[in-house]
C-alpha cells in the first residue's frame, strides 16, 4: 500500500488514519486527505507542511461536482500509477432517535454523506483503483467504514433511523461493489472500526484514535481478495448484515 484516499480527514478517524501514516509508514508515495475546510484544519494542515506526501483536498461530500473533481484530481495526479486504497470514512450520526422523532432532513442529509457521497466517489475512481497494487493478487482496495449499528441482526435496542439505516445501505452497496469490481480484482469491504473516542464515538469509548488508527492500518494493510464482500471489525470478525 503506497497510495492512499482518506475522506473526512479534519478530525476523528481520518485525522488518526493520516498522521499514523505519516508517523509510521515514510515509503507511503500519496496520502490524499479531505476535509472540508481546509482554513480550519490546523493539525492536518501542519501535517502535510511536514510531510510532502500529503496534500489535501478541499471536498464537501454534500456536493456531487466536489466528488467528481476530487475524483479527476487524484486521477490526474496518479495517472496510471494507481490507487492502492480508498477509504469512505467521512460520516455522520445524529443523536438516538425514536421512530416519533425522526426528521426527513436527518434522513437525507444521513444518506448523502454515509451512503450516496460514499458509492460516487468508489464509481468515479474505478479506473485509478483497478490500477491499484495489495497483498496477494488483489489490486484497489475500497474501505467502507461502517458501524456494527449498520447490522439489522445486531439491532436489539430500535432507534437511530438515520445512521442505522445509512449504515446498513453502506453495508449492501459493498458487497455490491465486491461483485461488481470482481473481475478488476479490486476489493471491496464494510469495515466497522470498533468505538473511538471522538466527538461522534464521544467519551466512553474504550478506544483512543491512536489506538484504533494503529489497529485499523494494520488490518487494512493485510485485506486480500478473501476479505471481499464481508462486512468486519478490525479484528477482522465477520458482522452479521
Ligand atoms: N467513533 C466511533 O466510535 C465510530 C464507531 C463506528 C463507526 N464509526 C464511523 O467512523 C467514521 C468516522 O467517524 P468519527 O468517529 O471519526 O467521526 P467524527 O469525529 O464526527 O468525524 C467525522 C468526519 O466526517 C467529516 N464529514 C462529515 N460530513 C461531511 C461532509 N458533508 N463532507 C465532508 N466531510 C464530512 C467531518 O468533517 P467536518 O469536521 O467538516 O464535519 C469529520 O472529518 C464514520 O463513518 C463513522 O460512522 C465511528
Not at 123 to 136: A, D, F, S, Y
Amino acid at each position: 500500500m503506497k497510495t492512499i484516499l482518506i475522506t473526512g480527514c479534519n478530525r476523528g478517524i481520518g485525522f488518526g488514519l493520516v498522521k499514523h501514516l505519516c508517523e509510521n509508514y515514510g515509503q507511503m508515495e500519496n496520502i490524499f486527505a479531505t476535509c472540508r475546510n481546509p482554513q480550519n484544519a490546523q493539525e492536518l494542515t501542519s501535517l502535510a507542511q511536514n510531510n510532502s506526501n500529503v496534500k489535501i483536498l478541499k471536498t464537501d461530500l454534500n456536493n456531487s461536482e466536489d466528488i467528481s473533481n476530487l475524483a479527476k484530481t487524484v486521477t490526474d495526479i496518479l495517472g496510471t500509477r494507481g490507487l492502492d486504497v480508498l477509504v469512505n470514512n467521512a460520516g455522520i450520526s445524529s443523536k438516538f432517535t425514536r421512530l416519533p422523532m425522526v426528521k426527513e432532513k436527518d434522513l437525507t442529509d444521513h444518506f448523502r454523506v454515509n451512503v450516496i457521497a460514499p458509492i460516487l466517489l468508489a464509481k468515479h475512481l474505478i479506473p485509478v483503483l483497478k490500477n491499484g497494487k495489495n497483498e496477494g493478487e488483489s489490486s484497489g482496495i475500497i474501505v467502507n467504514i461502517s458501524s456494527v449499528l449498520g447490522s439489522i441482526q445486531e439491532n436489539t435496542t430500535g432507534g437511530y433511523y438515520p445512521y442505522r439505516t445509512s449504515k446498513a445501505a453502506i453495508n449492501a452497496a459493498t458487497r455490491s461493489m465486491s461483485l461488481d469490481l470482481r473481475e478488476h480484482k479490486i476489493v471491496a469491504v464494510a469495515l466497522h472500526p470498533g468505538w473511538i473516542k471522538t466527538d461522534m464515538g464521544g467519551k466512553q469509548a474504550p478506544f483512543t484514535v491512536e489506538e484504533a488508527s494503529g489497529n485499523l492500518i494494520n488490518f487494512i494493510r493485510n485485506i486480500s481478495m478473501e476479505h471481499n464482500g464481508l462486512f468486519l471489525t478490525h479484528e477482522g470478525k465477520q458482522l452479521p448484515w
